[in-house]
């Protein structure tokens, strides 16, 4: 499913990638929505989904999009609750979970977008459909940070639904974390709504925004003929690489030798290669006191990659690709169904960043084993890592608003 979500086990943590089962629509779509996630879970196992539903570009939707076609990406993201979420939820509750948490935050709503009359029809139709094949999905849905105006609007929007469904609809204060917080735990509630989740190791954080920019919406071509292409096999799962955070010296780089490592035996297929970061000109922007590091990568089959990161200061000269801090614990990714962009917020201004990769074990993916003969053939790896605002400047992006 190319959809945001965080916490859970049997999909790896994503955002919506250019991959190619997302369509062009979808990715126009992308643009004018708020932010949605399914985020984790609340005190009783229910899956939890967050919108920014105060962020949506209204009128940029009735444009972009026709009923038919809104109807299509939301029916595809009910069905995947249905027999993804709602099962593995099940399981670790030890009884039948089939109904969600839903926190809608208006957070940034104006007049303009709710008397927009096509994406309010749109709207209506939506619910429509959501009682007739979805009747007893919401468990309980929490509306946030509404200003004095969503009242008017909120009398026409409770006219199109079901007394049943309005009973489960709570329209809190402007003190709202106490309620959240009775239903979902601190811990898995995110921090711009009062909790303590940040989810500081996926670009744009709990619920990535493109309205807001607080993550990197990258075109199609971001994604393809990335900077590096490796092979991986189940014979041979690893991969690292070096990356210098040093824009200030071009020349801080040198190859480093695979031979050198005291890994000896695997030299050949760890594959420890360096880079650096882009020198900055004398006369350019100021060099920031936190460097924000991306990487892009894609596998072409598979059943998913992990990835960890090191830090390591410069002055310490080592191939091994576990001499370092750890700054991105081990994270589980699928990058044969989409594409992925993760985030790295490097220590100091400037050092070496170690990118380990290596093949998901038996226990790590809820993907099929290959057979053996799928086994022998090798998985192509590629990706590029790449400086904040060198990325910024070469997809022309908006600055990134971390939060």
Partial sequence: MPYPIRGYYSVPDANLTAGTQVSD????????????????????????????AGRYLMKDISKLSTMGGL????FLMQEFINRTIFPECSQLAGREISQQVVVFDLAGISIGMLSHIPALNMLREMLSKDQLYYPECMYRTYIVNAPSMFVTAWKMIRSWLDPRVISKIHILSKDHTGELLKQIPAANLPSFLGGNCRCSHMPGGCVPSV?????PDLPRRAYVNLRHQVQVSYAHPHHSFVYDVDPTDPDAVTPVSPMSS????????????????????????PIPKTRCVYMRFTADRGRGIVVEVLWRPHGIESSDRDDGVLVYPEALFDPQRAPVLIEIEAPNRTGQLIFNWRIANFDESQAPFPGPEEAQVPIQLEYSIDLEEDLVEEFNLPPIKHE
């Fill in 71 to 74: 109807f299509e990406f939301h």
């Fill in 25 to 52: 629509v979808q990715l126009k779509l992308n643009k004018t929505f708020g932010g949605g996630c399914w985020h984790k879970r609340d005190k009783d196992g229910h899956p939890v989904y967050i919108e920014r």
């Fill in 262 to 285: 005291p890994l000896m035996g695997y030299a050949s297929w760890l594959g420890i290669k360096r880079e650096s970061s882009k020198p900055v000109s004398p006369s350019g922007p």
């Fill in 211 to 215: 309205p807001l920019n607080n993550y």
